[in-house]
Nanobody, 116 residues
Framework: QVQLVESGGGLVQAGGSLRLSCAASGSTFSIYYMGWYRQAPGKQREQVAI???????NYADFVNGRFTISSDSAKSTVYLRMNGLKLEDTAVYYC??????????WGQGTQVTVSS
């Protein structure tokens, strides 16, 4: 089992920045990928960014260079730096981590609200 604690969400004006953090504990030795999804009201959950233990990253097209995912393996923590936030980035952001080729463990979610 892996437990996740997310932090860093909040209210920010359009064009501003936030950094989300997600710390994993428990059976962290099994983790191969760490990443972020988001879900806006009335919409399906969508992938934002993923990073693997070998440093490979994958971003959703809507990120368009505004977000950066990184990880600290010693701390079993994944970060999402979000710059140039837009109103449409408002959502609950969920951390997910998991073993290779297997479903992941999900965090409780952190709210990001972008205001005009």
């Amino acid at each position: 089992q892996v437990q996740l604690v997310e932090s860093g969400g909040g209210l920010v004006q359009a064009g501003g920045s936030l950094r989300l953090s997600c710390a994993a504990s428990g059976s962290t030795f099994s983790i191969y990928y760490m990443g972020w999804y988001r879900q806006a009201p009335g919409k399906q959950r969508e992938q934002v960014a993923i990073i693997t233990t070998n440093g490979a990253t994958n971003y959703a097209d809507f990120v368009n260079g505004r977000f950066t995912i990184s990880s600290d393996s010693a701390k079993s923590t994944v970060y999402l730096r979000m710059n140039g936030l837009k109103l449409e980035d408002t959502a609950v952001y969920y951390c997910v981590v998991g073993p290779r080729g297997q479903p992941g463990y999900w965090g409780q979610g952190t709210q990001v609200t972008v205001s005009s």
